[in-house]
């Protein structure tokens, strides 16, 4: 079975920090973008960083300074570190092996959009 499998959420003072692991099973990211996408609660699925390649080609504006992406093939996983956490940045998170990189979707886990999605973590700021 393919999968991927999130891990690290959880709650977090402002100004906090949190990383997130993904970890692949099935498949390896020699071949697909790895994405991060976030929804919280009213809000659209925003892709927040992508990574292709070992290269990371995108980050969000309301991210960037903030947040790290990055992926170790040897252990099949990818990361998002994620610094000076802000209650804006309270979502569910998800890890994707996705085509393209979509910035905005109507939902998470849409199927398609990506390869493959994580079950998401929750990821709350106060």
């Known amino acids: 079975d393919v999968q991927l499998v999130e891990s690290g959420g959880g709650s977090v003072q402002a100004g906090g920090s949190l990383r997130l692991s993904c970890t692949a099973s099935g498949f390896t990211f020699d071949e697909p973008h790895m994405g991060w996408y976030r929804q919280a609660p009213g809000s659209k699925c925003e892709l927040i960083s992508d990574?292709?390649?070992?290269?990371?080609?995108y980050y969000a504006d309301s991210v960037k300074g903030r947040f790290t992406t990055s992926q170790d093939n040897d252990k099949y996983t990818a990361y998002l570190q994620m610094n000076s956490l802000k209650p804006e940045d309270t979502a569910v998170y998800y890890c994707?092996?996705?085509?393209?990189?979509?910035?905005?979707?109507?939902?998470?886990?849409?199927?398609?959009?990506?390869?493959?999605w994580g079950q998401g973590t929750q990821v709350t700021v106060s």
């Open positions: 990574i292709r390649g070992g290269g990371v080609t």
């Open positions: 994707a092996a996705i085509p393209s990189a979509v910035k905005v979707l109507r939902r998470c886990q849409d199927p398609a959009y990506a390869y493959y």
